[in-house]
Nanobody
Framework: QVQLVESGGGLVQAGGSLRLSCAAS????????MGWFRQAPGKEREFVAF????????YYADSVKGRFTISRDNAKNTVYLQMNSLKSEDTAVYYC????????????WGQGTQVTVSS
């Protein structure tokens, strides 16, 4: 059974930082690309960041480029999202996703972690 468990969300002031973690189990993690998506109230879920199996290739949504960094530790079966210079518009539930391809999420999702940025 595949499980993706996010952690690290919370309340932060604008300009602050948070680091999200996603611990994966039940799948050959090092064979999977991983991604982060987010969903704000009243909006559709949107792509945030992608990392390939080795960590050598990353992509970001234009809205977070230069502020967010995705990384992974295959020895720990964990993917991270370092979020700096947070803005109020980053407020959303952030979801970890396993197996994304260009423009499309994969089949496995975490339960989500809330990030709230106060202005």
């Amino acid at each position: 059974q595949v499980q993706l468990v996010e952690s690290g969300g919370g309340l932060v002031q604008a300009g602050g930082s948070l680091r999200l973690s996603c611990a994966a189990s039940g799948l050959p993690f090092r064979n999977y690309a991983m991604g982060w998506f987010r969903q704000a109230p009243g909006k559709e879920r949107e792509f945030v960041a992608f990392i390939n199996w080795s960590g050598g290739t990353t992509y970001y949504a234009d809205s977070v480029k230069g502020r967010f960094t995705i990384s992974r530790d295959n020895a720990k079966n964990t993917v991270y999202l370092q979020m700096n210079s947070l803005k109020s518009e980053d407020t959303a539930v952030y979801y970890c996703n396993a197996g994304p391809t260009t423009g499309r999420p994969g089949n496995y999702w975490g339960q989500g972690t809330q990030v709230t940025v106060s202005s």
